[in-house]
């Protein structure tokens, strides 16, 4: 086994449950834990035998593209995507952060993570 990650990917995007965020807009980060068999790539170099994370990288894109009022929904749509396109994983760990969050105080962020194993 092993663990393929993708760290503080950032997006801007337009989430949030104020019609006034999904106007404005956001500065988010993604983080991606994929965990999956990992051995027969690491022994032969081999892309196919492994989870490519340019692929990842393009899911999450996709779904930051989409609307969402909550950070746990764009979580799971990732984490959904990813179990879609690739079968074989266990587990995939995703947080998603906003910056600055509007909470009426100071706060460099808001982060959920959401973790499912297949």
């Known amino acids: 086994m092993g663990v393929i990650a993708l760290e503080g990917i950032e997006f801007f995007a337009y989430h949030g ?9 956001n500065k988010y980060a993604v983080d991606i834990e994929v965990e999956s068999n990992i051995e027969q790539a690491a022994e032969n170099d081999e892309l196919g ?12 894109k996709k779904e ?3 609307p969402s009022k909550l950070l ?4 799971n749509r990732i984490i959904e995507q990813i179990f879609t396109s690739y079968p074989g994983i266990d587990k995939v760990k995703v947080a998603v952060s906003k910056f600055n969050p509007p ?3 100071i706060c460099k962020k808001a982060k959920v993570t959401i973790e499912k194993i297949k």
């Open 17 to 25: 449950f104020h019609s006034e965020e999904q106007k404005v807009g």
């Open 49 to 60: 035998d492994t989870v490519n994370y340019e692929l990842i990288y393009k899911i999450a």
């Open 64 to 66: 930051m593209k989409k």
């Open 72 to 75: 746990e929904h764009i979580a």
């Open 103 to 105: 909470i009426g105080g």
